[in-house]
């Protein structure tokens, strides 16, 4: 018989036996339950506070991004405007901007026309602008004055959306409940009550969370309590079905899920916009976006709205916020095909810079180089220029910023080989002159040809004005940005700094013409940009780089008309005998001044009426 | 070998020889790599390295660690007039051991949320110490 010491291994050797049948036994369950899970659309938020636990690292890099500061309670950390009693003026209104203790006011018209003063509740925007939520009976209000933030100044919606001169004050102060809740918050729910017209909205997450992408995760987070399930999944590698991981998802179901916000869409059918406005938008990550809702295009029918001013007349979307159907558009996404192009090709939700969320590399041609190595490799001869150039960068000719949003020209996400002739043939702004600024069209054209040997168009236009000035003062709205931003966007630059100094008269033009404070906005811009560039180079210059004159393109004609003649005067002031004379397309007579009869010829050939672009 | 005789919980025992110099050598071994562990763990927080001081859970398990090996290390030395038998012994020994070694290997190759598999000595190691600590109460309360 054994004794009390000899029975201890025993009892030591069993209950390692046990416990190791026990981890046996958990292990199977575990491996189980992982096979057997699946997606719970309806499960409630766990909202960010529960991913926390287990996802430390994907909740740090979140809050670096401006998804989660999207929408906000006004509070002293989250309000970023210049409260401090300043005045703004815009379309003959003075607004006044005022803090009492942690509460943030804005003294502006109200939606009857006087003033009044409106207590600021939520913050939306963190990147560029912060627009100001108000709270008027059931309802949130967007007031129609927003704090530029990269430019540190307050503005005025119109400016900052394409509404031309003479717009209403408050043709931006908007229903927030009904519109930007949607895409701004985590789990919106308008609760609109159709028989009494009253709101009762709630978000499960203010901004954009982790379930905006990855789906209501309670039913995820309570059955990863049990630490076996977690290292299982950890070992394995395996899928867990109680979540959506977006880059796990086919390539058609995985770009739905940023394009149910990033691609303005239309509910299917329209009748359930009713389902919209009370219980939120019914899509969850993973869901077919199709069942839901159809994306906005050029042939889209929204009563009482010209939807093809929001598209380029091929087509290409012209506005931010329809990169869903820019890339619907491109081969590369070989229409949702396995291998096709996705979103997470290029842009990081959890790293790299988060203006873009894009990692550094995928701002050149790294990012085309998983797909496409062979022509990134040989790129200048791809391209036909010179190694190390603009000319070689993948984004340059084939997603050429003519997308206009929030007072910048951004990439377009059609991706499509550059084609000169669309500039004529579509009216819209073309790879090529968007850099060589100084050339027109038809030079483009014929470049183009003989450069990949292809027939030259026989449609040649007449025009032989630099396509950029030609764009600059007699496009439309959506191409005056363009070529407002493309004057002064360094791609445009050649080695001589200098040598887009020319640029700066017929900006000057556009800041006290053009009839778009954006427009106008963008030629300053770009004429301030141009300047600071050629100051780099040439000393002379460096105390008017310095100097440049405050300007808001809300202000009264005779104000712009003023900073407008500071710069007209810098270029005449210039010894211009010195920079490189650009191409004979640009109306420079000889003394190098702008030729007053080619610029009111292009004037006169501006598209009227004008037309709002709004969100 | 000196035979333990009983004695109240207020005046320990004398433990066997063997008794005492494995848990002096097992205390002492503990207290001094956990003491080094712990220095060496504040030298890395003062030079910022990454690899410990971005790393949350390395650095929580790594403290764990340190406080373990010295806790440890006090237990052994304390436990020495109470020893009862080379099992228990051991037992106490191997457990002190494996629960600052379970901390320190689950920091590395850990994931997002939990720690490396090396963590798995932890509850070993306590099961062993928590084993001895028991029976040591039931014979303090038995006198």
Known sequence: MATGRGREPLAWAAAALLGAAALGVAVRAAAADVRGAERAPSAPYATSAGCQACHPDHDASWRRTFHRTMTQQATPASVVGDFSGREYRALGVTSRFLRQDDRFFIETLDGQGAM????????????????????????????????????????????????????????????????????????????????????DSRVEELGIACEACHGPGSSHADRNRNPVRRYWLHFTGEADGTIVTPTRLSPARSVQVCGHCHGQRLPHPSERIRQFMSEGDPFRPGDDLGTYTQPLKVDSSLPGVDVTARFWKDGTPRLTAYEYQGLLMSKDFKGGAEGGLTCGHCHRMHEGDPKGMLPPEMRGPAACASCHADLVARAAEHSGHRAGGSGTDCYACHLPKITYGLLGMHPTHRIQDPEPSRAWRYQMPEACTLCHTDRSARWAAESWSRMFKKPVPEDLPEETVAESLRALLGGDVVQRAAAAESLGDE????????????????????????????????????????IARAAARWPELEAQARSTPDFDPMDEPARRAAVAGWYRRLWEGLDRGRLPRPDASVPLDERLLPVASVIDRLGRTAPEPAVSIGE | MAKSAQSPASSPPAASDAAARLHGRAGWTLLAVGLAFGVTLEALEAFRVSWVVADLWRNRLWALAHFHADAMGLLNLVYRPWARGAGESRALAIGSALIPVGFLLGGFAHSEGDPGLGILLVPVGAALVISVAVRQAIRAWRG
């Not at chain 1, 949607?182 to 729910?189: I, L, S």
């Open chain 1, 116 to 199: 009044r003063r409106h207590e600021v509740a939520r913050t939306v925007g963190s990147r560029r602008f912060q627009q100001y939520l108000t709270r008027e009976g059931d309802r949130y209000l967007r007031l129609p004055l927003a704090w530029n933030i990269e430019e540190r100044r307050w503005l005025h919606l119109g400016a900052g959306f394409l509404d031309p001169d003479g717009t209403d004050f408050n043709r931006h102060r908007s229903l927030w409940d009904g519109n930007c809740i949607f895409c701004h918050n985590t789990g919106p729910q308008p609760g609109y009550d159709w028989e009494r017209s009253r709101f």
């Open chain 1, 491 to 530: 791609r445009s630059y050649a080695e001589d700094p200098r040598a887009r100094l020319w640029a700066v008269p017929f900006l000057a033009v556009a800041m006290e013409r053009d009839s778009y404070p954006a427009v106008r906005h963008l030629a300053e811009r770009s004429a301030r940009r141009v």
